[in-house]
């Protein structure tokens, strides 16, 4: 190969991919029965994923109101939630549904994105009130078509819930709550960073530097997404120590989400999906694939396979994606095909850099090839749109009509 994340190595891990044997693939030749398959891989995938069972969530309502849509739409009741996981500061939520509704709706969990952007999170993608941050009009223009798109699916007859993950917007991590010389250093020019001294350990203080609370200006946001993103790997290095992974951490806080969602008596809990973009569409391949409650699911712009990542992609993705060692018994479509048979919707873009398309491909055939071992292939779609890394209105609708279909 020509190059690599891992340089002249590159080829070494081309060998490993080559000679492995996948064995808990159901396409794998001694899996025949994809019921007794799934409860077979769902059981392996937790054993390396480390995710906890959080409970059901007590939440607690902070505000309730009527909001209508600025194009005209209909009215939504809107929740803001707040509830407590056994650990960091509440996660809070926003719940939707159109505000007339009097029987039990069918629900999708609605899962937010990365986008390098910690600040926001459930606001990415969901309106509480009829006021929009500058900050986040300009990011859906970007990614979503300038639409808040868990509101518009709440107004086609859904009750759709929202939550934060950690640790975004109402689950982030302060500058604060670190060593002052932690965040120095994280943020210092590579050309002035030196090996750490016990003068330098011995800096007290906590930093302010990268801190914003409440609606600051877009700059302050950015100087916090620039130190959250410098932070990550070290959160990620923590929770391995700690004999937790990020992957398991989010799984953990979304099933907790979807423990709620499924206890509302305004909820049909036979008829709940979840759906996301980006790192939402991540969160869905974790959840969706291990979680037989979701009955439905659509996954964007996050479908490819572990060797793209090893040896080509995994300088932009999130420390949210890596499971240590699974991959050597599951590709990463292999997790999502535990949900085998049931209505699973893929969507990817022609243009989309942080993926590699002929590994994408082989990812849909992946799972194409599963659900029709599965007997089940009118209930897998994989869907190409041209265009770069989104969730445009067109694909919104895509998706929209996935969720009508089956749910």
């Known amino acids: ?67 209508g849509d600025l194009d005209g739409g209909s009215d939504l009741t809107v929740e803001e939630l707040a509830w407590r996981l056994p650990y960091g500061p509440p996660t809070r939520a926003i719940f939707l549904k159109p505000a007339h509704a009097t029987e039990r709706l069918p629900a999708v969990l609605a899962l937010h994105d990365h986008g390098a952007n910690k600040y926001f999170g459930k606001r990415k993608i969901a309106d509480a009130d009829e006021t929009v941050h500058p900050h986040v009009r300009q990011y859906r223009e970007l990614y979503y078509g300038g639409r808040a798109w868990a509101n518009e699916l709440a107004r086609r007859g859904y009750a759709v819930l929202v939550p934060d993950v950690f640790p975004f917007e109402s689950r982030k991590i302060l500058a604060s709550e670190l060593p002052g010389f932690v965040v120095e250093r994280m943020m210092q020019d590579p050309d002035e960073l030196r090996e750490l001294t016990p003068e330098s350990a011995a800096i007290g203080g906590k930093c302010t530097t990268y801190d914003v609370f409440g609606e600051e200006p877009s700059d302050s946001i950015d100087r916090y997404n620039a130190f959250a993103s410098q932070h990550e790997s070290i959160v990620a290095k923590s929770l391995f120590c700690a004999g937790l992974s990020w992957p398991g951490v989010a799984l953990s806080e979304d099933r907790a989400a979807l423990d709620y969602l499924a ?145």
């Open 263 to 407: 206890s509302r008596p305004d909820v049909d809990p036979e008829r709940i999906g979840c759906g996301g973009f980006s790192g939402g569409g991540l969160r869905t391949n974790y959840l969706a694939g291990s979680d037989p409650r979701v009955r439905c699911s659509v996954t964007t712009g996050f479908m490819t396979t572990w060797a793209d990542f090893a040896l080509n992609s995994s300088h932009t993705h999130t420390w949210m994606l890596y499971i240590p060692g699974l991959s050597a018994r599951m590709d990463l479509p292999d997790i999502l095909a535990m949900r085998s048979p049931l209505p699973t919707l893929v969507q990817a873009t022609t243009e989309d850099p942080l993926f590699t398309r002929g590994l994408v491909e082989k990812a849909g055939e992946i799972l194409e090839a599963s659900w029709r071992k599965a007997g089940s292939a009118d209930r897998f779609r994989m869907a190409w749109h041209k265009g770069p890394h989104r969730f445009d209105l067109a694909m919104q609708e895509e998706a929209f009509d996935w969720f009508d279909r089956w749910l």
């Open 1 to 67: 190969m020509d190059s690599s994340m891992l340089g002249s190595y590159g080829t070494w891990i081309e060998d490993l991919e080559s000679a492995r044997r996948r064995d808990f693939s159901f396409l794998d030749d001694h899996w025949n029965d994809v019921a007794a398959w799934s409860v077979e891989a769902r059981r392996l995938f937790s054993a390396f994923v480390l995710s906890q069972d959080l409970g059901t969530p007590r939440a607690e309502i902070t505000a309730r109101r009527t909001i």
